[in-house]
C-alpha cells in the first residue's frame, strides 16, 4: 500500500537554528499538508500546497515557516530560527485528486528544541 | 469554523469489553476520518467514512451525516488497542482537515 515517508522521525535542534522536515507524498496525490501537535494537544493544520504554491495557511504559518517542492517528490517544511514553543510532532499528509478526499499521513518527525 | 467534539475524553477498558467513541460536528461535512495515535505519536488511519458503516476486523464506524455524527466501535478490545483515537473533519467552510481533542484510551490486561 502506498505510504507518505516523513524523515528524519526524530530531530533534536538547538535554539535559534534552522531545520528542515522533509516528506515524500504518494507519488499520484496533487494536494499536501503539514499539521503539528503539540505534546499532549489537539493535531493543528499549519498549511496546505497544491500546484507548487501555498493554498492556505493558519495563523500559526507565520515568517518562521516556509514549505518547498523542491522536485518531483519530496515537500519540506523549513523552520527558521526555532524556538523552544516549535517542539512537536510535525506530520506530513497529502489528498489525491481533491482536497476533501482521503488524507494520508506519515508516522510524523518529533522535533525537539533545546 | 466547524467544531469537532469528542466523548469521551479517556476511556479505561479491560481486555475484551467493548466501546464506542462518539464524535460530534457542527457543520456539513464532506470528510470524516478517524485515526489511532499509537504510543509511538504515529497516526494511523483508521476509516475513512464521510457517511455509512464500514468494518475493518474488530473496529466498525458509522457516521450519521444529517444528524453530524459518527461513532467508532472497539469489539473484544486488546492492549494493542490503546491510545489516542482521533476524529477529523473537512468542510467547505472550513478548507482544511479539523481534528477533534481525541479519546484517550487505555486497555489493561
Known amino acids: 500500500e502506498p505510504e507518505v515517508t516523513q524523515t528524519p522521525s526524530h530531530q533534536v535542534t538547538q535554539m535559534g537554528q534552522e531545520v528542515i522536515l522533509r516528506c515524500v507524498p504518494i507519488?499520484?496525490?496533487?494536494?499536501f499538508y503539514w499539521y503539528r501537535q503539540i505534546l499532549g494537544q489537539k493535531v493543528e493544520f499549519l498549511v496546505s500546497?497544491?500546484?507548487?504554491?501555498?493554498?492556505?495557511k493558519s495563523e500559526i504559518f507565520d515568517d518562521q515557516f516556509s514549505v518547498e517542492r523542491p522536485d518531483g517528490s519530496n515537500f519540506t517544511l523549513k523552520i527558521r530560527s526555532t524556538k523552544l514553543e516549535d517542539s512537536a510532532m510535525y506530520f506530513c499528509?497529502?489528498?489525491?485528486?481533491?482536497?476533501?478526499?482521503?488524507?494520508?499521513f506519515g508516522q510524523g518527525t518529533r522535533l525537539t528544541v533545546v | 469554523g466547524i467544531q469537532v467534539e469528542q466523548s469521551p475524553p479517556d476511556l479505561i477498558l479491560q481486555e475484551g469489553a467493548n466501546s464506542t467513541l462518539r464524535c460530534n460536528f457542527s457543520?456539513?461535512?464532506?470528510?470524516l476520518q478517524w485515526f489511532h495515535q499509537n504510543p509511538w505519536g504515529q497516526l494511523i488511519n483508521l476509516f475513512y467514512?464521510?457517511?455509512g458503516t464500514k468494518q475493518n476486523g474488530r473496529l466498525s464506524a458509522t457516521t450519521v451525516a444529517t444528524e453530524r455524527y459518527s461513532l467508532l466501535y472497539i469489539s473484544s478490545s486488546q492492549t494493542t488497542d490503546s491510545g489516542v483515537y482521533f476524529c477529523?473533519?473537512?468542510?467547505?467552510?472550513?478548507?482544511?482537515?479539523?481534528f477533534g481533542a481525541g479519546t484517550q484510551v487505555v486497555v489493561t490486561p
Open positions: 457543520d456539513s461535512v464532506n470528510n
Open positions: 467514512i464521510p457517511s
Open positions: 477529523a473533519v473537512w468542510a467547505d467552510s472550513w478548507g482544511k482537515l479539523q
Open positions: 499528509a497529502s489528498t489525491s485528486w481533491n482536497m476533501n478526499t482521503e488524507a494520508f
Open positions: 500546497f497544491y500546484n507548487n504554491e501555498i493554498s492556505e
Open positions: 507519488s499520484n496525490h496533487l494536494y
